[in-house]
């Protein structure tokens, strides 16, 4: 069955500090992995797609499908990087297919 | 830019009672997904509709529910006798050829 694990329920940081929300999944064909964030009281938002090797807002991602993970990193933690992050995985590169979610992180990042 | 919009932001019924929650995908798109997320828990999958009909549904997505596109952009998800365990936030998200979901703001959902 297909899974995402976000291991850490919170994640506090200091501004400045570096970043990372841990995501593992499990799927035993090649999935095409997201990373959405939640900011207060707004809509689920793409951050990032790993078939797109962006950086945005500053963060990136690599899939490593060896050890079947897809965190995401961030060099320098701003305050407005606060928020929800999801990680999830669609299991086959095609519109109208589930998404499969990880249940969060809780990034708190302070001055 | 276009974006998924939900109506109402928040509902309250009672126990047994019909509800049906509204979504606005965005316009050109041809996918659309009902999600929902109990609090404290996980984002979950109930069910995509492509071309008039159901094109994956998970085990959530029971007889209680169902989905309809009404007219050429409203996007429905029915609940048919609702039950205190149907208390959640409900998303919805659309899709145009790419497999990227936009979603909306969520409808809150209060069973008593």
């Known amino acids: 069955a297909q899974r995402v694990t976000q291991p850490e329920k919170l994640l506090s940081v200091f501004k400045g500090a570096p970043v990372e929300l841990k995501c593992n999944y499990s799927?035993?064909?090649?999935?095409?992995l997201f990373w959405y964030v939640q900011y207060s009281r707004q809509r689920l938002q793409l951050l990032l797609r790993?078939?797109s090797r962006e950086s945005i807002k500053g963060f990136t991602a690599d899939l490593n499908k060896g050890e079947t993970s897809f965190h995401l990193k961030k060099p320098f933690a701003q305050e407005e990087d606060s928020a929800m992050y999801y990680c999830?995985?669609?299991?086959?590169?095609?519109?109208?297919?589930?998404?499969?979610f990880g249940k969060g992180t809780t990034l708190s990042v302070s001055s | 830019e276009p974006e998924v919009t939900q109506t109402p932001s928040h509902q309250v019924t009672q126990m047994g009672q019909e509800v049906i929650l509204r979504c606005v995908p965005i316009?050109?798109?041809?996918?659309f997904y009902w999600y929902r997320q109990i609090l404290g828990q996980k984002v979950e999958f109930l069910v995509s509709f492509y071309n008039n009909e159901i094109s994956e549904k998970s085990e959530i997505f029971d007889d209680q529910f169902s989905v309809e596109r009404p007219d050429g952009s409203n996007f429905t998800l029915k609940i048919r006798s609702t039950k205190l365990e149907d208390s959640a936030m409900y998303f919805c998200a659309s899709t145009g050829m790419s497999i990227t979901q936009y979603f909306g703001p969520g409808t809150r959902l209060t069973v008593l």
């Open positions: 999830a995985l669609i299991r086959a590169n095609q519109a109208g297919t589930a998404l499969i």
């Open positions: 316009s050109n798109h041809l996918y």
């Open positions: 799927y035993s064909g090649s999935p095409e």
């Open positions: 790993h078939i």
